[in-house]
């Protein structure tokens, strides 16, 4: 069972900046595929980005060239650096790992930007 524990969300201004952070436990961290995924109010959940164990990444085009995805193996981290935040932003963003054909969530975190 892989459990995994967000944190860094909160409130900040349009242009702003956040840095989220998962920890993951209860896997061999380097062997999952870690992902961010959000969902605003009355939307569908859609991924943000995605940093699989070898390292290939991939983004939503809503937030290319704004978004950094990276892992720390050595801490059991994924984290998602975001820049320029624009309201449009604002959800619960939540943190995946499939590890051996499983899927795994996180609680979530909120992310609200002001205009």
């Known amino acids: 069972q892989v459990q995994l524990v967000e944190s860094g969300g909160g409130l900040v201004q349009a242009g702003g900046s956040l840095r989220l952070s998962c920890v993951a436990s209860?896997?061999?961290?380097?062997?999952?595929?870690m992902g961010w995924y959000r969902q605003a109010p009355g939307k569908d959940r859609e991924l943000v980005a995605r940093?699989?164990?070898?390292?290939?990444?991939n983004y939503a085009d809503s937030v290319k060239g704004r978004f950094t995805i990276s892992r720390d193996n050595a801490k059991n981290t994924v984290y998602l650096q975001m820049n320029s935040l624009k309201p449009e932003d604002t959800a619960v963003y939540y943190c995946t790992a499939a590890y051996y054909g499983n899927d795994y969530w996180g609680q979530g975190t909120q992310v609200t930007v002001s205009s």
């Open positions: 940093i699989a164990r070898g390292g290939s990444i």
């Open positions: 209860g896997s061999i961290f380097a062997r999952n595929d």
